[in-house]
């Protein structure tokens, strides 16, 4: 006698007792379970783990998750076996195993599942595993259609420029009306200056600013116009998301080639200031249309589906601007699954705005198939169906 609960109350009673639910052992046939390096438990994953779902065993070898990772198959099956526990004030039930908790994936045998769809499956028909959940499909499908920016188009300055005085006697540069940034390692070069020396030093004054530094070596200045540069870059405004790793391109002055090594002040990934892997050419007081390209992409829309980590990803406006077997590897902020900034496993390799993004929603399982139920030759979108590794 099934009777489905809404809050503590019981809703309907059936004639008959339910065939089963997903995770339900479908048959007495051997079994077998996933082991850990150690042989002990395995551990559900930072989001828990849902019974009745395929999961992915982490790098660790101990963590589980529901989220798949291209381009490997799911490690096991996750059965019912009572490990579920409800964490909600009057849940009436539930199939999530909480995170930290003991998880038994099995590896081989027959379960109970239900096809997710987009289909009807077939007996014997291949079966799917969803990157984002671990549900069974009916084919790999598209998981997500979206509107998308890879990279970002910055406004930055790089160096400085300010009134210098120097003595001959020293290597001491005072420095008054700075513009810019002044940072360990700049090239200077302007009134009185000569061989390019740069700057090892900052004695005093405002970090970057006004004040006294040393030179590399001697110089006279009277105090005419003086510029630096290097491999500071100063940004003011950030179109997305900048990510260390990326490759810069456009821009008076910046290095053709070079990449974001690191944050060194500002909100992350925004405005602030940045080290970039190859000095500037010329100090560059304000340049727009710098852009940044590598392992960020911000979904500005959403047509169809989640776009989810895990999930290969393609780009059908460019279609080597990101290469293959490049995956959706995490999202940094925004709606899950919808509107955000995300990286990927692989840098792109241009910086494109507007582009339309697909990605893969599952992975074909080759050692599982299915069974229709009570002889039938076929299951619906929403039914129970039999999974085995038996190959009957």
């Not at 909600?88 to 096809?115: C, H, K, M, R, W």
């Not at 008076?252 to 892997?277: E, N, W």
């Not at 589906?305 to 406006?317: E, I, K, L, W, Y």
């Not at 599952?362 to 002889?375: D, E, H, K, R, S």
Request: glycine share 14%.
């Amino acid at each position: 006698m099934g009777s489905p609960l809404i809050g503590s109350f019981q809703t309907r009673v059936n004639i008959y007792n339910p065939y089963g639910v997903e995770g339900d052992f479908a048959s007495e046939n051997p079994r077998a379970s996933a082991l850990t390096p150690d042989g002990g438990s395995l551990i559900a994953g930072p989001n828990g783990v849902t019974i009745g779902q395929f999961a992915w065993i982490a790098a660790d070898g101990r963590t589980v998750t529901n989220q798949g990772q291209y381009p490997a198959q799911p490690d096991g099956f996750v059965h019912r076996a009572q490990q579920g526990l409800l964490t909600q004030y009057l849940q009436a039930a539930g199939t999530l195993i909480p995170t930290g908790f003991p998880v038994t994936l099995s590896v081989a045998g027959e379960f109970l599942d239900i096809n997710t769809g987009p289909s009807t499956l077939a007996r014997r028909g291949n079966i799917y595993a969803s990157y984002i959940n671990g549900a069974l499909m009916t084919s790999a499908g598209t998981g997500a259609s979206v509107t998308a920016t890879l990279g970002s188009t910055n406004t930055a300055s790089l160096g400085a420029t300010f009134t210098g005085a120097a003595s001959s006697a020293s290597a001491t540069l005072v420095v008054t009306a700075v513009t810019g940034l002044i940072s360990i390692g700049d090239t200077v070069s302007g009134s009185g200056i000569s061989d390019s020396p740069t700057i090892i030093s900052q004695v005093s004054g405002t970090a970057g600013g006004a004040g006294t530094y040393t030179l590399s070596k001697p110089e006279t200045c009277t105090g005419g116009t003086v510029t630096c540069f290097g491999s500071t870059v100063k940004v003011t405004a950030v179109s997305t998301y900048i990510s260390p790793g990326d490759t810069i391109s456009g821009g008076s002055g910046f290095p053709s080639g070079a990449t974001i090594v690191s944050q060194t002040s500002g909100a992350t990934g925004s405005t602030g200031v940045y080290t970039i892997s190859a000095p500037g050419t010329a100090y560059t007081a304000s340049a727009s249309g710098v852009t940044t390209f590598g392992y960020t992409v911000a979904v500005t829309a959403v047509a169809s589906g989640t776009f989810s980590p895990g999930q290969p990803v393609a780009d059908t406006t460019h279609s080597t601007y990101i290469v293959a077997n490049s995956v959706i590897e995490s999202q940094i902020s925004g709606v899950p699954g919808q509107t955000g900034i995300y990286t990927l496993s692989l840098p792109a390799i241009a910086y494109a705005a507007g582009d339309t993004l697909t990605t893969t929603a599952g992975i074909q399982l080759t050692n599982w198939t299915a069974i229709p139920l009570q002889g039938g030759v076929s299951t619906a979108v929403g039914d129970l169906v039999q999974i085995t590794t038996w190959g009957a």
